[in-house]
């Protein structure tokens, strides 16, 4: 019963981490503009449009190559971002 019980309370705590977090691998346009600050629809759609060019985000780095995504709009967001190695 303890580890049940512990089990769900691990549970949890891991869904509320990742509240207001996206993955950019599966998040549409709007998703992505919601959970991100700086992001707009224009650089959310981008951001699909990368993926379906090169295939999934591993890093939130990547997205350094989108025009408009700065190191500073990457460091505001970085806890957000859910990515291929960061799940």
């Given at each position: ?13 891991s869904m ?59 460091e505001k ?11």
């Amino acid at each position: 019963m303890k580890s049940l019980l512990l089990g769900l309370m691990l549970s949890a705590v891991s869904m509320v981490g990742l509240a207001g977090s996206v993955d950019l691998n599966t998040a549409t346009a709007a998703e992505i503009a919601k959970h991100l600050h700086g992001i707009g629809l224009a650089k959310a759609q981008k951001i699909i449009e990368y993926r379906q060019r090169f295939g999934p985000i591993d890093t939130p780095e990547e997205l350094l190559v989108i025009k408009g995504i700065g190191e500073k709009t990457l460091e505001k967001n970085r806890s957000r971002m859910i990515t291929r190695l960061i799940q």
